[in-house]
T-cell receptor, first 114, second 116 residues
């Protein structure tokens, strides 16, 4: 069974541009989560989608947005890129929404903003 | 707000040494606690979890006990192997009542290197 897949693996953009990152959850998983792993800052929660709706959002500016499609795949969009947006963006999925639910992570998209 | 504090790393050990990685947390209510591991070039994987006080999570020789009185969830392994070299993250899940916020709060991560 395929795990969580993310694309692209690497993405290079310049300041002010927009970036689109994609995530396909494990088959049957309806919840998708996005995290930012910046150097020295650990993993920061970005967004949670479940059944096509945004359920929770971390402390990030509105230029970070996303959506979840009917097939439960998800897209993260970052507008007006800034240098500090350079980070590894991790997507995770889960079967349910219980607080002890196991999250399955993808390998991430490394975003570099020049 | 909720937070997780891990011992500062990196940690370097010889094979078969005893491992402890300290983790303490601050939370309102009763969070679930997790240890995730990130092997080189791979995504995070759940290593173990505990959902209530005094629960012990265990997997692959690793153990951690949910200590509410000391708000701790220290990771231990009696004899580490070279293949255990990875980054280890302590995390807690947040909720209000029985409803999940869908959010894990992670510690900063501890880099473990095990030499033969």
């Amino acid at each position: 069974e395929a795990g969580v897949t993310q694309s692209p693996t690497h993405l290079i953009k310049t300041r002010g541009q927009q970036a689109t990152l994609r995530c396909s959850p494990i088959s049957g998983h309806t919840s998708v989560y996005w995290y930012q792993q910046a150097l020295g800052l650990g993993l920061q929660f970005l967004l949670w989608y479940d059944e096509g709706e945004e359920r929770n959002r971390g402390n990030f500016p509105p230029r970070f947005s996303g959506r979840q499609f009917p097939n439960y795949s998800s897209e993260l969009n970052v507008n007006a890129l800034e240098l500090e947006d350079s980070a590894l963006y991790l997507c995770a999925s889960s079967l349910g929404t219980a607080t002890n639910e196991k999250l399955f992570f993808g390998s991430g998209t490394q975003l570099s903003v020049l | 707000g909720n937070s997780v504090t891990q011992m500062e790393g990196p940690v370097t050990l010889s094979e078969e040494a005893f491992l402890t990685i300290n983790c303490t947390y601050t939370a309102t209510g009763y969070p679930s606690l997790f240890w995730y591991v990130q092997y080189p070039g791979e995504g995070l994987q759940l290593l173990l979890k505990a959902t209530k006080a005094d629960d012990k999570g265990s997997n692959k020789g690793f153990e951690a006990t949910y200590r509410k009185e000391t708000t701790s969830f220290h990771l231990e392994k009696g004899s580490v192997q070279v293949s255990d070299s990875a980054v280890y993250f302590c995390a807690l899940s947040e909720r209000a009542g029985g409803t999940s916020y869908g959010k894990l709060t992670f510690g900063q991560g501890t880099i473990l290197t095990v030499h033969p």
